[in-house]
């Protein structure tokens, strides 16, 4: 919570996020899933963040090994992924690791619903989960 003010800044970060629908499922009570859900559709309405949606009817995807950020930095900083597992964070700078993570990145992308179907989906889950 305490990194939001990064997202609401005058020159405010960049944010790209691929969700998959098993964390949605993960969330029991409905209260609490209509709660992150306005949060998700409130968060892609800005300009500096993109949310897409990839739906279990996507498949087997390559992003199935762990969540993971990639970080671009401005020049000379290279690029980092992070991934955090149980007690510990990984920091990984290697080109072949970044390259890695990027590849897996755009193939999340390219296999999640575009922004506007995510939108409308995420919409439609809200107005079923409020009934």
Same mark, same amino acid.
């Given at each position: 919570?305490?990194?939001?003010?990064?997202?609401?800044?005058?020159?405010?970060?960049?944010?790209?996020?691929?969700?998959?629908?098993?964390?949605?499922?993960?969330? =029991?009570?409905?209260?609490?899933?209509?709660?992150?859900?306005?949060?998700?559709?409130?968060?892609?309405?800005?300009?500096?963040?993109?949310?897409?949606?990839? =739906?279990?009817?996507?498949?087997?995807?390559?992003?199935?090994?762990?969540?993971?950020?990639?970080?671009?930095?401005?020049?000379?900083?290279?690029?980092?992924?992070?991934m955090e597992n149980g007690p510990n964070?990984?920091?990984c700078e290697g080109a072949d690791e970044?390259?890695?993570? +990027?590849?897996?990145?755009?193939?999340?992308?390219?296999?999640?619903?575009? =922004?506007?179907? +995510?939108?409308?989906?995420?919409?439609?889950?809200?107005?079923?989960?409020? +009934?």
């Amino acid at each position: 919570m305490g990194r939001h003010h990064l997202l609401e800044a005058e020159n405010a970060i960049k944010l790209w996020a691929v969700i998959d629908e098993a964390a949605l499922h993960r969330i =029991p009570e409905p209260a609490v899933l209509c709660g992150q859900l306005e949060h998700l559709l409130a968060m892609a309405e800005r300009t500096n963040i993109t949310v897409q949606f990839l =739906p279990f009817s996507a498949g087997l995807h390559p992003g199935l090994d762990g969540p993971f950020v990639l970080m671009g930095f401005p020049d000379p900083n290279p690029e980092v992924v992070w991934m955090e597992n149980g007690p510990n964070s990984v920091y990984c700078e290697g080109a072949d690791e970044v390259d890695h993570y +990027t590849e897996v990145f755009d193939h999340l992308r390219a296999r999640a619903l575009g =922004p506007p179907e +995510t939108h409308a989906h995420l919409t439609g889950l809200l107005k079923e989960k409020r +009934t």
